[in-house]
């Protein structure tokens, strides 16, 4: 499709607009170390590849495989053997739903206590980094 | 003679774009007066009866002894792809396009597994296919890259008609309660949807411009370990009160946000076709988005095109549609141009001509 007459010309406009992004990054009143802190949260779930020291990601993955499955596979080529495990499964599945209760449980407390970690780790990182700037700052003075 | 057409397609939904599309097709062919049936491999128990398994195509009945054509909506890695190659009737595919597996190798390796089998099967499908139809011409370019010919662009077939039932009345009175600008995006829950994007472009959005601001991401999961990770964010951020991640929702629910949205932002870095986009343009939804993938030639000059999806950037744009009344009824109003290009009654012909083009060069 031809593009239309506008009175706004898009490409313009997006330039536009990055030039007012910048404007305002430039000015005093901007809040730099909180939107610092959003670049760099964002850009951790947008990598390729995981870092290996990514303690939010590991306790996700952890909490994901802490969900068991109860839906036990049946099929079987054997005649008569998917009878057996059909039979089995009904009779195991109160078991096996106590059992992986208590699992997932203890997963997400796990992925929780993982998250919080990663959190206090991050804001004393922070806190290190800010420490850094005003001893290099009092030490040029 | 009636030509015969029939569809295969891996996962036939009720609600997604492909199932959509599948049915439109199936009903354009049919009043275009070809037999098409439709046959699967997985199928939603809502829409089962509008075809069968696959296994039961019987090539002598079903493909009149090779006279019938087959149609393959492809996207995924399936078991149909050998019962197509193995029929020994004459096909041409749909591709509906297949995401890179390197989003999801970090997220779901299982999933980024199912990826390389469909690209697998992308190149396997290639040198017997005879003609190619893509949802765009971003996909058009990958059926070249791998051999097929020839191609053409139909774009994804569907109907505004369904847009314009009541939209669910308590969810809208509740969304018009909230003061502040409402940004929305509807797309599943995946990496390549970069919904971690659309979070902190809203975060810097609150942060700068608008404190009482919300985002509303509407979709399944495709990724529970990414779903996660975007609810953690948004509560390390302190957004998480303003950011509602809805999961499957009934339609009339879906329209409910549409309604109620202010922005619509889109930051994905990989879509075939984006039909939330073309959504956004026809119920007057203002548009940003970030140029990627075939998202800039579905959006043509119909909303703002970023190429930096930096937060402040982002948040930058939205302000804009925003505060600037004469910019946003001009988006609008190109929106609803746009969007009528891709009525399925502009878009039913492309298909069928394609098909018929096809069939009678053999």
């Known amino acids: 499709m031809a593009a239309s007459a506008t009175s706004f010309p898009r490409a313009a406009l997006a330039e536009e607009i990055a030039a007012a992004a910048d404007e305002r990054e430039g000015d005093p009143s901007f809040p730099s170390a909180r939107i610092a802190k959003i670049r760099s949260l964002a850009a951790r779930l947008g990598a390729a590849k995981v870092d290996p020291g990514d303690i939010r990601h590991a306790a996700l993955l952890l909490e994901r495989h802490a969900v068991i499955d109860l839906q036990v596979p049946t099929a079987s080529r054997v005649p008569g053997v998917q009878l057996v495990k059909r039979a089995v499964k009904q009779l195991m599945i109160w078991y096996l739903r106590f ?12 992925a929780r206590f993982g998250v919080t970690v990663a959190s ?14 005003r001893v290099a700052r009092l030490e040029g003075e | 003679m009636t030509q015969t057409i029939h569809q295969f397609v891996p996962n036939f939904a009720s609600g997604d774009a492909i199932g959509t599309h599948v049915r439109h097709s199936q009903r354009v062919l049919r009043d275009a007066g070809f037999r098409s049936e439709i046959f699967y491999d997985e199928a939603q ?30 996207s995924t890695g399936s078991a149909m792809t050998d019962a197509v190659l193995e029929l020994d009737l004459p096909y041409g595919v749909y591709f509906h396009n297949v995401t890179p597996p390197s989003f999801f190798e970090r997220w779901e390796p299982g999933a980024a597994e199912n990826l390389r089998r469909a690209l697998h099967d992308v190149r396997r499908l290639a040198p017997r296919s005879r003609f190619a139809l893509a949802n765009s011409r971003f996909s058009e370019q990958t059926l070249v890259e791998v051999g097929y010919s020839p191609t053409e662009v139909v774009p994804v077939l569907f109907d505004y008609a369904e847009l314009h039932d009541a939209p669910n009345a308590k969810v809208l009175a509740r969304l018009r309660r909230d003061e502040g600008t409402r940004v929305l995006f509807i797309g599943r829950v995946a990496p390549n949807k970069c919904q971690h994007d659309l979070i902190a472009a809203v975060a810097a959005y609150r942060e700068v411009f608008d404190a009482t601001a919300r985002l509303t991401l509407v979709g399944g999961r495709t990724s529970n370990v990414y779903y996660r990770s975007l609810e953690v964010l948004a509560d390390e951020l302190g957004v998480a009160d303003s950011v509602e991640l809805t999961d499957s929702i009934p339609d009339d629910e879906k329209l409910a946000y549409w309604q109620a949205a202010d922005v619509y932002l889109n930051l994905s870095e990989h879509e075939g076709f984006t039909v939330p986009l073309v959504e956004a343009m026809h119920l007057g939804v203002p548009i940003v988005a970030f140029a990627s993938s075939a998202v800039s030639e579905t959006l043509g000059d119909a909303g703002i095109l970023l190429t930096d999806k930096d937060p402040v950037v982002v948040a930058a744009a939205i302000d804009r549609v925003v505060r600037d009344e004469a910019l946003r009824k001009e988006l609008v109003d190109a929106g609803y141009e746009r969007a009528r290009t891709f009525a399925v009654e502009a878009t039913g012909p492309v298909l069928v001509d394609a098909v018929k083009r096809a069939v009678a060069g053999g």
């Open chain 1, 99 to 110: 059992l992986a209760a208590q699992v997932t449980a203890l997963g997400h407390a796990t």
């Open chain 1, 120 to 133: 206090r780790v991050d804001s004393m990182e922070a806190e290190i980094e800010e420490l850094r700037a």
């Open chain 2, 45 to 74: 128990a809502s829409v089962k009866k509008l075809g069968r398994h696959w296994s039961q195509f019987d090539r002598a009945r079903d493909g009149e002894d090779g006279r019938a054509w087959i149609l393959f909506q492809l």
